[in-house]
Structure formats: structure tokens, C-alpha cells
């Protein structure tokens, strides 16, 4: 049987199905936990995955700079895992940060085998940017984390303008 896999933009009304997703990973301690308010206020950085029209699965890209982007939040609802979800919403990821100018994705993670799978790259997590742990600091686990660093190289290319149709276009004057 064929099925549908769309990986779009979030929307506000996607914030209370994003929250149900992450609170198992997050209870877990496979992700850090995000309330409403933080998924309202950095909703631009979160792409759903639906499924034959069903929200089951969610990634986030967080910008550090032009040469860095990190992936996080990523979880697939358990009854849709290893059904190639969780490889489109992280190669969604990768196709806007090059929109965007970025050109390297990196992530800390419990499964480094599913990043390696997808072309990502073990690091040591002192390689990466002091400001980086702004985030961490708030973790429990801060002291003595235990999660992988992987990256990924996006291109060596020219970075492409991004493809993205303008919001707005008008016609000014005669
Ligand atoms: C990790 C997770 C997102 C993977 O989602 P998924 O939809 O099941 O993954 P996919 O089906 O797209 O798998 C893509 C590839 O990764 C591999 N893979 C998936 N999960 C894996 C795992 N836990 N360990 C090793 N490899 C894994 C698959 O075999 C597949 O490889 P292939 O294409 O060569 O066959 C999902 O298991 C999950 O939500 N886990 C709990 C939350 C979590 O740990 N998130 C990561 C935070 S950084």
C-alpha cells in the first residue's frame, strides 16, 4: 500500500500535537522538554511530518550562524518509527538550512546511528561553539552529558538563493 509523507512548516494551531510528541522523548530524557510558550515563541523553527494526513512526527532547526544550524525536537510517533519519517524531516532540515545560506547541520543525540545513517559524522562536542550550550545549561544532565555530537557537512558548493516564492510581490507606479 502506498502512503503520503509531507513534511511542512508548523502552524500555531500544531502546537498542542507538537507538545504530544515530545513529552514521551522528552519524559524519556532522549530530548530536551519544550512548554507551549517555547514552542509558540520559536514555532518558525518547526517542521511537521504528516502522514497520510497524520501529524506524527516533528523536527526543529535552530540557527547559530551562517556557518551553523542545529537539529532538535526530532521525534516520530513510536507507531509510525522506521518508516523513513525521521530521515525526510532531518533531510528537510538540510534542504532549508542551505536555503537559508547555512552550511553545516550538527545535532546531540542519544542515536548516533540514525544521524550516521544519514551521511552525519561523529564530533567530539568540544569542537563545537561555546554558544552552543546556552541551551544545555537549563539541562539536568548539563554536568555530565552523555549525548553524541554528529554534523554534517551540507556543501561545499556556492550556497543557492533560497527558492522560497516571495510572500508578498507588488507592482508600484505606472
Ligand atoms: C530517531 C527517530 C527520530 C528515527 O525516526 P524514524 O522515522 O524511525 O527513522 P527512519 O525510518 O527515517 O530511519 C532512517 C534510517 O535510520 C536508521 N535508524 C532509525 N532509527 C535508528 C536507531 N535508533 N538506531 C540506528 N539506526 C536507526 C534506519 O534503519 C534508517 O536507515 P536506512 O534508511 O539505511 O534503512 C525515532 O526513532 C525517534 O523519534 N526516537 C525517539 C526520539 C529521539 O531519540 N530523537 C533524536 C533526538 S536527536
Not at 12 to 32: H, M, N, Q, T, Y
Not at 92 to 107: M, N, P, S
Request: proline fraction near 6%; aromatic fraction near 8%; charged fraction near 20%.
Amino acid at each position: 500500500m502506498r502512503h503520503h509523507i509531507v513534511i511542512r512548516a508548523a502552524k500555531a494551531s500544531d502546537v498542542p500535537r507538537i507538545g504530544e510528541l515530545l513529552a514521551p522523548a522528552a519524559a524519556a530524557k532522549l530530548i530536551l522538554p519544550r512548554s507551549d510558550d517555547e514552542l509558540f515563541q520559536h514555532l518558525q523553527e518547526f517542521l511537521l511530518a504528516e502522514y497520510d494526513g497524520n501529524a506524527v512526527g516533528v523536527v526543529a532547526m535552530h540557527i547559530y550562524g551562517t556557518n551553523l544550524g542545529e537539529v532538535r525536537s526530532l521525534v516520530v510517533d513510536p507507531q509510525y518509527r522506521a518508516h523513513g519519517v525521521g530521515r525526510l524531516l532531518v533531510e528537510a532540515c538540510e534542504r532549508w538550512a542551505k536555503g537559508l545560506g547555512i552550511v553545516r547541520l550538527f545535532a546531540l543525540t542519544y542515536v548516533p546511528e540514525f544521524f550516521q545513517a544519514l551521511g552525519y559524522v561523529r564530533v567530539s562536542k568540544e569542537s563545537l561553539p561555546h554558544k552552543i550550550w546556552t541551551v544545555c545549561v537549563h539541562c539536568a544532565k548539563f554536568a555530565e552529558c552523555d549525548e553524541v555530537a554528529v554534523q554534517k557537512q551540507l556543501s561545499d558548493a556556492p550556497v543557492l538563493p533560497m527558492t522560497m516564492p516571495p510572500i508578498i510581490e507588488a507592482i508600484e507606479g505606472d
